[in-house]
């Protein structure tokens, strides 16, 4: 398993913009598939974004499609998740996680290792 240590978080307005970085400890990083996920108050753990580790497509929720963009930087043990023209109700504790499975995975109990997660508040 590797550890990961998410930050970036914040308190920012409606239509601005955020980037969480994930560290990952262990140099099997690059066979990680990665994920974001986050729960806000009240609410289960849902699905925000997806980057495979083999051919490095990605997948979004619908919520944050084509306002959120998921990258990782391999040599740096690192995924990112840039958040833009974020909304009230993006507020949320934001968390990544790693997957040794391949390919697209957005269901959270197939993830193998999770940080211990960022917060994000976005006021209106």
């Known amino acids: 398993q590797v550890q990961l240590v998410e930050s970036g978080g914040g308190l920012v307005q409606a239509g601005a913009s955020l980037r969480l970085s994930c560290a990952a400890s262990?140099?099997?990083?690059?066979?990680?598939?990665m994920g974001w996920f986050r729960q806000a108050p009240g609410k289960e753990r849902e699905f925000v974004a997806t980057?495979?580790?083999?051919?490095?497509?990605?997948y979004y929720a619908d919520s944050v499609k084509g306002r959120f963009t998921i990258s990782r930087n391999n040599a740096m043990n690192t995924v990112y998740l840039q958040m833009n023209n974020l909304k009230p109700e993006d507020t949320a504790i934001y968390y990544c996680?790693?997957?040794?499975?391949?390919?697209?995975?957005?269901?959270?109990?197939?993830?193998?290792?999770w940080g211990q997660g960022t917060q994000v508040t976005v006021s209106s």
């Open positions: 262990g140099h099997t990083f690059r066979s990680y598939a």
């Open positions: 996680a790693a997957t040794r499975k391949n390919g697209i995975v957005v269901v959270p109990t197939l993830y193998d290792s």
């Open positions: 980057k495979s580790w083999s051919s490095s497509a990605t």
